[in-house]
């Protein structure tokens, strides 16, 4: 089955600076592959997602690079804002129909105004 | 928000006991999963659902059992509560083929 791999498990970044979030998967059939935000003690929402026909997609300060040869992905956040601090979950899902969604470990994420 | 629910919201029950999670959903989605929350494990995968009466065991299926007997409503059960089976528990639905996963709230489950 999938296999996903998110690192680091923790980010600490000055506000201002760029974040990066970096996940590997292991079937090479999955082709979707969204971002979720989680903050403490509420729902995790997605954030941006990404399909495997494109290399990259952004919106506004956060974009999300897809490397299908090598089969990993990444999330990057500019200009970090206080606002910004959550767990951030990666996840890849598989295209034979049943939609498998499998997550990564995740990465607390924390802006030091 | 997508129109998915989750009951009860917490509940303390005692080993060996049987316990029923509920996710109820209004859209109509024919996806529906099962997850645990776990500091340090992030969302694990229990049971998925790809329509009425099917479903497929996800990584961490032990110990669990689920019933999705029509459309809107998918069931977790665990048989007989273990203390490792203490977590928060979301349900997800989505709609399609690389569509968006919604979340429920979330249930805290405590097993003493």
């Known amino acids: 089955g999938e296999n996903v791999e998110q690192h680091p498990s923790t980010l600490s970044v000055q506000e201002g600076d760029s974040a990066v979030i970096k996940c590997t998967y292991s079937?090479?059939?999955?082709?979707?592959f969204p971002w979720y935000k989680q903050e403490l003690g509420k729902r995790p929402q997605l954030i941006i997602d990404i399909r495997s026909n494109v290399g990259e997609k952004k919106d506004q300060r956060i974009a999300v690079t897809l490397n299908k040869t090598a089969k990993h992905f990444s999330l990057h956040i500019t200009e970090t804002q206080p606002e910004d601090s959550a767990v951030y979950f990666c996840a890849a899902r598989d295209n034979f129909g049943n939609e498998k969604l499998t997550f990564g470990t995740g990465t607390r994420l924390t802006i030091i105004p | 928000d997508a129109g998915i629910t989750q009951s009860p919201r917490h509940k303390v029950t005692e080993t060996g006991t049987p316990v029923t999670l509920r996710c109820h959903q209004t859209?109509?989605?024919?996806?529906m999963y099962w997850y645990r929350q776990d500091p340090g494990h992030g969302l694990r995968l229990i049971h998925y659902s790809y329509g009425v009466k099917d479903t497929d065991k996800g990584e961490v299926s032990d110990g669990y059992s689920v019933s999705r007997s029509k459309t809107e409503d998918f069931l977790l059960t665990l048989e007989s509560a273990t203390s490792s089976q203490t977590s928060v528990y979301f349900c997800?639905?989505?709609?399609?083929?690389?569509?968006?996963?919604?979340f429920g709230q979330g249930t805290r489950l405590t097993v003493v």
């Open positions: 859209e109509n989605h024919r996806y």
């Open positions: 997800a639905i989505s709609g399609g083929i690389g569509t968006e996963a919604f």
């Open positions: 079937d090479s059939a999955s082709n979707y």
